[in-house]
């Protein structure tokens, strides 16, 4: 199990410093479950800084897929690997609406996450349109062919999709525990199918999309659901440990 806290652009750097505190203290020993925070980039260092020789672990929400360059407003993955982190959200929805993410591009900052030594965390999922269409499969399995395309991992801790519905992130509306676990599966075909059995069995994909304390057992407990993640309810410590003792 696995379940990761996607800040997005909330928490200055004094807030994020306290909010990891919280969780770090909060979530205490997790067990089996690898739990990861992914504050906005400015407070990266200050959160590695609070949860250093905790079972907290450190992502970011996004990376460019070059080294350095003339790239302005951008982040490298050497940058975030200096700065503590471990995981990156890759391809999360928001970028693909609002910053005009591609698959393809998700696919390069994929690779470049794996030659640092990142761990992505791969964002795909249908609006609420496409499922209506009865497109969900397609949308989601076209995200994974051309996301994933030539990617390698060396072990299967090494990469983690995350399926979230559009409709259902940030709105209240959350997938029921048999919509998530068919996509789930049918996710997990196709990771089968591209890394073989062995490696599809064990690669984590989470759920995201209004996961709270008072749903999180019930999706967890699906077959094909390895864990979270979580927007909204991240930035409640408690909140987010229960969601993690769910896990
Ligand atoms: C997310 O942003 O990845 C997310 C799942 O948000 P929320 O939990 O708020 O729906």
Redesign the pocket.
């Known amino acids: 199990m696995l379940v990761a806290g ?1 800040w ?1 652009m909330h928490t200055d750097i004094d807030a994020a410093r306290t909010l990891a505190r919280d969780v770090a203290d909060s979530v205490g020993d997790p067990g089996d479950v690898t739990v990861v925070v992914c504050p906005p980039f400015v407070s990266l260092s200050a959160v590695a800084e609070e949860i250093a020789g905790t079972p907290v672990a450190l992502g970011a929400q996004n990376m460019h897929a070059e080294d350095a360059g003339a790239f302005t407003g951008e982040v490298s993955a050497p940058m975030l690997t200096s700065a503590g982190c471990r995981y990156v959200i890759l391809g ?1 929805s ?1 970028r693909r609406q609002y910053f005009g993410e591609t698959d393809e591009g998700v696919c390069a900052k994929i690779a470049q996450a794996h030659a640092h030594g990142l761990i992505p965390i791969v ?1 795909v999922g249908e609006t609420l349109e496409e499922r209506k269409g009865g497109r969900a499969e397609e949308v989601v399995g076209g995200q994974l062919v051309h996301s994933l395309r030539g990617v390698t991992p060396d072990n299967p801790d090494r990469l983690v999709i ?1 399926y ?1 519905p559009v409709w ?4 209240g509306e959350t997938a029921t525990p048999d919509q998530a676990q068919e996509m789930h599966a049918f996710i997990r075909g196709r990771l089968n199918e591209q890394f073989g059995e062995k490696t599809g069995r064990a690669l984590h994909i989470l759920y ?4 709270k304390p008072g749903n999180a057992a019930e999706l967890f407990g699906r077959a094909d659901v390895d864990g979270g ?6 930035l409640k410590g408690e909140d987010f440990a229960a969601i993690v003792r769910a896990g």
């Open positions: 996607n997005k999360h928001e964002c995350a979230e259902a992130i940030g709105t995201g999309g209004s996961v993640l979580i927007g909204g309810a991240s």
